[in-house]
């Protein structure tokens, strides 16, 4: 499995960045850029390099996060897959290629897709000296019009951009996505009941056109949830000294909440039961909530039944497991 934590080069590169920065500056362009986003904003607010960096400082750590661990469930499901092509749509500073790029050695070409001109410049910046990414392929535009004319990939990411645009466009660029997609197509959202609603609405669209699922879900059947009730998981995150002052805070992690799919063209053979919450474990039994090819199941595993109850006791929110 690939590390949650940013990756060396990444990481000498924000330094790098930082140098001659203030962060009292960074922290208080980041409260701002926080604020909007949680009243329902996007990144139209990220205009010049101190906003552009605010950002990359308060959020990437996390998006990355969350970006690898769907990746590492998409790559335990399909420990075949092997793309060459990357399409990041949305792409911001670069957080997903960047992922992708240490989740499959196997990727070649790259190219990311955003309107934002500051965050352009910033992944840009960050890519020149990445022995991979220093030639990526940065397209500017807004996102359905470039999307429509960039080359299809095997590998199609979206992460954290489609609460960005209106509910009537979403399902039109689902659609796109989907018709960018040689193999694979993964979109991550804010673990949210907003972002889940989203991931959902998504997710059964392209079903109908034919997408089947590979992760988190161990079927392409409906959701077997109920409001209040949605799907959703947590990454904890390892908190830099940088990113406790841009963030003000003090505790040396946070924890990223996420929901996404991973879509595929063809249909996974064989799914494992996914996880959906951390399991109460006692003295007595393991309760366990899991979403089976059935549906939903709370599953209580004894503790007499000791191989089973040890196995069980290893399991942890967001596993796949037999």
Known sequence: MTSPDLPAELKAALDGKLRGFSRSD???R??????????????????????????????????????????????????DL????LL?????????????????????????????????????DL??????????????????????KADAADLVVASYMIGEISDAEQRALAELLWQKTHDTLLVVEPGTPAGYARIIALRAHLIDLGAHVAAPCPHD??????????????????????????KGAELP?????????????????????????????SKVEITAKLCTPEGLSFAKVPRRAKANYASARRWRWGD???
Request: net charge positive; aromatic share 6%; glycine share 6%.
């Open 26 to 28: 960074a922290a208080g």
């Open 30 to 79: 980041a409260a701002s850029i926080s604020r909007t986003y949680r009243s329902g904003g996007g990144s139209g607010t990220i205009r010049s390099e101190t906003d552009a960096l605010a950002y990359a400082l308060a959020r990437m750590p996390a998006t990355y996060a969350a970006v690898i661990a769907s990746l590492n469930a998409l790559v335990e499901i399909r420990p």
């Open 82 to 85: 092997a793309p060459e092509t």
């Open 88 to 124: 990041d749509v949305g792409a911001g500073p670069g957080t997903a290629t960047w992922a992708a790029a240490e989740a499959f050695p196997s990727l070649q070409h790259f190219t990311m897709l955003d309107a934002n001109d500051a965050l352009r410049t910033l992944a840009l």
């Open 127 to 148: 890519a020149r000296d990445s022995t991979r990414l220093r030639n990526t392929d940065y397209q500017r535009g807004e996102a359905r019009a470039v999307l429509a």
């Open 221 to 246: 059947s409906q959701c077997p949830l109920q409001a209040p009730d949605w799907c959703h998981f947590t990454q904890r995150v390892q908190r830099s000294r940088a990113h406790k002052q841009v």
């Open 253 to 281: 992690f946070e924890d990223e909440r996420f929901s996404y799919v991973a879509l595929t063209r063809a249909p996974v053979e064989q799914h494992p039961v996914r996880v959906l919450a951390q399991p109460a474990v």
């Open 320 to 322: 796949a497991v037999n």
